[in-house]
């Protein structure tokens, strides 16, 4: 029995030779150095989990919202936060002050009456908003913390910095950003009212509004022959009404125009007054910019903003023979007929789109681009017709034109120069495009005399090179003839 007992003794001998617990204990330094080391521990413990319940706390109690500057809603929050709110009461008028601004600043040139009277050739408007930092909004009764802040990194495609809003309420608000949002973006709506928004990618890989909004262009602004405007119309307003009749049948819910015909005819122009009509941006790519490639154009389809006619200028580049450089080493566009052919109905096409192409060359085009769901309607927009000349005195002049007379005289004098393209006349068939009957009422405005005397103008230029046969014996002269001997 005494082997245990010793056994015993031995192990707790032991055990105090290692931790030797109670010298410890014992010494009064040392036990006061536990204590404070114990206290600070339990501090440091206890601030952890305060920091931690708080972080709960707030996580539980809070919402945040958080908007990215690549989203179409940012520039509308924004706006939003610099609209004015009276605020009622002396501390909620403290807290919801903004004490950082930052600024946007856009100038208009005026017309030379108003530049005199202002004393200055433009006039600058200033619009301010909540510059970075946190501010405070009383939205509806509810307080709104904003944080908006630029982190360190950038679009590495438009080098822009990235940019956060954040919006913080507590939990039981949080249905306020709903209406938070439903005001900024009937806002921004309003905004927009009576403006078409071009969209561009020339210089960024992404689409970029091109400048500001622009004014709409009436659609009686354009003047295409009789007819030709009313059925593009009708057929686009048709197509827009039978979205379920696609979705239904399992069809793509597109559709493509082809509008081909001579420079300065009118094609973009309808095109723009036509998305004004409907109240639809347009997203315009040229395929014969330098640089447009065909895994470029398919991107950009997928990323094509809302309500948006999608317009594909100079079709007709994706046909031509790029492999012959020009005289500047350029070796055209990019964009080969597959490619644009998958952009048009592809993966890439999205499932919901109105194209336009234009082009000046129909002859470049490819037969397999005239199929339902590519091109479904082409129409030719063509040099002026008499019914155009006609219509467009009227948009000049019509007012000061009683009875019509001088119409009659004007349309007869193009005729008689045999601008109609008729084949009676002498000579070769000659054409005149809406652009310079344009620009001959621009030269003449309201001056119905002025623009009958200077429709000779009309005639198109043929820019012939100057005396070919001394221009050609020069050139062989200095190239290879030899000297006469
Ligand atoms: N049919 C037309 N009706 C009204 N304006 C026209 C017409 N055709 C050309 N224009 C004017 O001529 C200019 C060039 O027209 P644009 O639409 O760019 O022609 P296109 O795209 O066919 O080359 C614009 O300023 C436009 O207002
Ligand atoms: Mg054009």
Redesign the pocket.
Known sequence: MAAPSDGGATAASASSSILNLSSITENPVFAGGLGLASIGAAAAYARRGFISGAGLLKRRMLVNVEISRQDPSYPWILAWLSEPRPVQGFIASRITRIHNLSITTTTTSLAPSAAAAQGAPTSASFFLQPGYGRHVVLFNGRYIAIDREKHSTANMNTGEPHEVVTLTTLWSNRHVFEDVFMEAHSLAAKAHEGKTIVYSAARALDWLPLGEPRKKRPLG????DEGVKDRIVDDVKDFLERQEWYVDRGIPYRRGYL?Y??????????I?ALAGELDYSVAMINLSEMGMTDDRLAYLLTKLPKRTILLL?DADAAFVNRRQKDADGYSGAAVTFSGLLNALDGVAAGEERIAFL?T?HIDRLDPALIRPGRVDMMCH?GE?TKY?AAQ?WDRFYGDMDEGGKNRERFVKRLDELGLFGEAHRRGPKRHT???AI??LFLFNKNDMEGAIDMAEGLIPKTFEPEDEGTAVQQQDGARTTPPPL
């Not at 602004?221 to 295409?224: D, F, P």
């Not at 015909?261 to 309808?270: A, D, I, L, Q, W």
């Open positions: 602004s354009v003047v295409l509008l015909g001579p420079p300065g005819s009118g094609k973009s122009s309808f723009q200028e234009t000046n927009i002026a155009q467009m495009s809406t652009a344009q620009g």
